[in-house]
């Protein structure tokens, strides 16, 4: 059993940084992917990144243009969600996830329904 704690949400202005944090309290096997997606007010919830716990391979979003990294710290458990230039569209609910298996293919890290443990998600709102 995982159980995921994201923080570093808050308030920001358009052209803005934030960086999110995802730490889990169980032990992350070498064999997991960490993935991030985020929910509008009225939309549906949507992929935004993900890291292969072993390798760190990633994948993002097409629509992210470059502005957000992932990164993870196998010593603290923590995956990172480092957002720059963020936009008003950015403003969602952002939700850190865990599927025991690798990944190596877009769909696999962007399917909702293969990852079996979700954090509780973090507010990320971006002023204009």
């Known amino acids: 059993q995982v159980q995921l704690v994201e923080s570093g949400g808050g308030l920001v202005q358009a052209g803005g940084s934030l960086r999110l944090s995802c730490t889990g309290s169980?032990?992350?096997?070498?064999?997991?992917?960490m993935g991030w997606f985020r929910q509008a007010p009225g939309k549906e919830r949507e992929f935004v990144g993900g890291?292969?716990?072993?390798?760190?391979?990633?994948h993002y979003a097409d629509f992210l243009k470059d502005r957000f990294t992932i990164s993870r710290d196998g010593a603290k458990n923590t995956v990172y969600l480092q957002m720059n230039s963020l936009k008003p569209e950015d403003t969602a609910v952002y939700y850190c996830?865990?599927?025991?298996?690798?990944?190596?293919?877009?769909?696999?890290?962007?399917?909702?329904?293969?990852?079996?443990?979700w954090g509780q998600g973090t507010q990320v709102t971006v002023s204009s």
């Open positions: 169980g032990r992350i096997f070498s064999s997991y992917t």
């Open positions: 890291i292969r716990w072993s390798g760190g391979s990633m």
């Open positions: 996830a865990a599927r025991p298996t690798p990944c190596y293919t877009r769909s696999c890290y962007s399917s909702l329904h293969g990852y079996d443990y």
